[in-house]
């Protein structure tokens, strides 16, 4: 077994994980607080399958692709994640915030779907094929910095 092989099976173990966490919250569901942590629970999920697609990619148009949908989640994970926590906390966020902070994450997950056709959220993007898998080297845009 390659060092590939493991890393690729920890992966799939990941994403074994977080499924299993989805399932648990679901059999333990009694409020609000739970809907935001499942969520915040799916989007990990998306992401960690996207990084399984990025590390299985054979060429640039398919890492492209993957990362593409890995973004899907790493976009949402920590805005559900934060709904979840000011909910456990019991800090109330006003809805005018939540509103903007999804209309913010929907157009940066719109800028991340043209790449690369734009400088926006990657500045340059470039695949590197040494190494075990392939590699998305990249300068990051203005809209990487404001979802960061």
Known sequence: MSLRDIVLAMQCI??????AESVVIVKR???ELHLYLLLSSIALLLNEIGTLLELTAETGGELIAALKFA???RVWY??????FVA???RVKVPKVLKNILI???????GVILTIPHNGLYYTNIEIQTGGMFLR???GNGIAHHILM
């Open 14 to 19: 990941c994403i074994i994980g977080v499924f």
């Open 29 to 31: 569901w009694k409020n």
């Open 71 to 73: 973004y899907f989640g």
């Open 78 to 83: 920590v805005f559900f994640l934060f709904l």
């Open 87 to 89: 909910e456990l906390t």
């Open 103 to 109: 209309l913010i994450h929907m157009a940066t997950y």
């Open 136 to 138: 998305v080297v990249h």
